[in-house]
């Protein structure tokens, strides 16, 4: 009776191997089925999310951007500019404190980036609609800031949680050039 009960036992347990070998590539399959195009679908929709334009038309100003390589944020701002109708381009710099200097932006202004645009430096994430003002009006000033890399500007992750100061520079003063 007890071998019985042995032999029942593990004929039970090899026909559970035999189900779940047959049962594990049908599951993998089946993941596979519905993975792949999710992959697809993702990853179309970042490309075109990130589509950068290929020949730039003459109406788009042209941005350059100082940037560390090292740095990740700076990387994500660059797509964000091209989104946003400008002509960019891409400088890997190890030396951003001399760009700093040329620009006379002081420590308490700094951000990861500086872009020059125009006439005009501009300092850190700052949003294209700014840029785009700035050179439509054309202030008698030397460049605009956006100090530090506030959560939620383009190119940092997050939303907007506070208010942003934006300063501008003129006769060697820096004042509060708008606020959003």
């Not at 500019?81 to 760009?99: P, W």
Request: proline letters at 8%.
């Amino acid at each position: 009776m007890e071998n019985k009960k042995e032999e029942y036992s593990f004929r039970k347990k090899e026909k559970e191997k035999e189900r779940l070998s047959r049962i594990r590539p049908k599951k993998i399959k089946r993941i596979a089925l519905w993975a792949l195009p999710v992959f697809f679908i993702v990853g179309g929709i970042y490309l075109w999310l990130n589509r950068l334009p290929e020949n730039p038309s003459p109406e788009q100003p042209k941005i350059t951007v100082f940037y560390s390589p090292t740095c990740a944020c700076c990387a994500d701002y660059i797509p964000y500019l091209k989104r946003n109708g400008f002509s960019v381009e891409a400088v890997k710099t190890q030396d951003m404190l001399s760009i700093k200097e040329q620009y006379q932006i002081p420590q308490k202004m700094e951000s990861c980036h500086t872009s020059a645009v125009g006439d005009y430096f501009v300092e850190g994430h700052m949003p294209a609609e700014i840029i785009k003002k700035l050179l439509a009006e054309k202030p008698d000033i030397l460049g605009i800031a956006l100090p530090g890399m506030p959560q939620g500007s383009p190119g940092m992750s997050g939303f907007k949680n506070s208010k942003w100061t934006i300063y501008g520079l003129a006769d060697n003063e820096w004042f509060e050039f708008l606020s959003l």
